[in-house]
């Protein structure tokens, strides 16, 4: 197998992970944001909660219906969840302080 195929194919994987943690961190915020418990959320989307545990912490993956329905839940735009995600870094302090 060709050592190039295989390190494009180790950085996307680590793009995502970082992309799915990041996520979990703006999620998390909003939803404390709300005075809103994880299972509350996860009930209103009709998640599992453990499942919706591994969403937050970035360690499961979620499709767009279970994307669109914890927006829902949280009353808030993917749109703006979307944005939040481009432009993490530069609001990287607010999710911070959920660590």
Same mark, same amino acid.
């Given at each position: 197998?060709?050592?190039?195929?295989?390190?494009?194919?180790?950085?996307?994987?680590?793009?995502?992970?970082?992309?799915?943690? @990041?996520?979990?961190?703006?999620?998390?915020?909003q939803?404390t /944001?709300?005075?809103?418990?994880? !299972?509350?959320l996860s009930? $209103?989307?009709n998640?599992?909660?453990?499942?919706?545990?591994?969403?937050e912490?970035g @360690?499961?993956?979620?499709?767009m219906n279970?994307?669109?329905? /914890?927006?829902?839940?949280?009353? !808030?735009?993917?749109?703006? $969840?979307?944005h939040?995600?481009s432009?993490?870094?530069?609001?990287?302090r607010?999710?911070?302080?959920?660590?």
């Open positions: 197998m060709d050592n190039t195929y295989v390190k494009n194919k180790e950085k996307k994987k680590k793009l995502e992970k970082n992309n799915a943690i @990041k996520l979990g961190k703006i999620i998390r915020y939803r /944001i709300r005075n809103m418990s994880q !299972i509350r009930e $209103i989307a998640l599992n909660h453990s499942y919706y545990c591994g969403i912490n @360690k499961a993956n979620m499709t279970k994307f669109l329905a /914890i927006c829902e839940g949280l009353d !808030i735009s993917p749109e703006k $969840i979307m939040d995600l432009h993490f870094e530069e609001s990287n607010r999710y911070r302080s959920l660590e």
